[in-house]
C-alpha cells in the first residue's frame, strides 16, 4: 500500500523554524513527484513546492522559495520541507503528497496520493 506520513509539524514562536519530513513507502520514489502543501482553517489547500524524485527539480510557486526549501534523501524515501522565518499566518495543517509524473506543480487534484498532515501553529 502506498503511505506518505508527515512529522515534524509542533508549536513555534514566529521567526522560529522547523523542518517537515515525509515519509514515503509503497511505490517506486524515483518514478514520482512529491509535493507539500497546507490548508488553514476557512481556506483552500495551498501548494508550497514539489520535487521530482527521479533528478530532485523543485518548483516553489509565487513566493514560497524565500522561506522554503524542498529536499529529498532518496536513499531514505523521505522529503523534507525546511521552513524558516516562520509567521502566524503559516499556521496550517501540512500535507505531503505524491503523484507519478514528470512535470513539477503543487495542483492539489493533480495528486494521488496524500499522507495525514501534522500540524503546524505559529504564535506571535
Known amino acids: 500500500d502506498v503511505q506518505l506520513q508527515a512529522s515534524g509539524g509542533g508549536l513555534v514562536q514566529a521567526g522560529g523554524s522547523l523542518r517537515l519530513s515525509c515519509a514515503a513507502s509503497?511505490?517506486?520514489?524515483?518514478?514520482?513527484?512529491i509535493g507539500w502543501f497546507r490548508q488553514a482553517p476557512g481556506k483552500d489547500r495551498e501548494g508550497l513546492s514539489c520535487?521530482?524524485?527521479?533528478?530532485?527539480?523543485?518548483y516553489y510557486p509565487g513566493s514560497m522559495k524565500a522561506r522554503f526549501t524542498i529536499s529529498s534523501d532518496n536513499a531514505k524515501n523521505t522529503v523534507y520541507l525546511q521552513m524558516n522565518s516562520l509567521k502566524p499566518e503559516d499556521t496550517a495543517i501540512y500535507y505531503c503528497?505524491?503523484?507519478?509524473?514528470?512535470?513539477?506543480?503543487?495542483?492539489?487534484?493533480?495528486?494521488?496520493?496524500w499522507g495525514q498532515g501534522t500540524q503546524v501553529t505559529v504564535s506571535s
Open positions: 520535487i521530482r524524485s527521479s533528478d530532485g527539480s523543485t
Open positions: 509503497g511505490f517506486t520514489f524515483d518514478d514520482y513527484v
Open positions: 503528497a505524491a503523484y507519478s509524473g514528470l512535470v513539477t506543480v503543487t495542483i492539489p487534484t493533480l495528486y494521488d496520493y
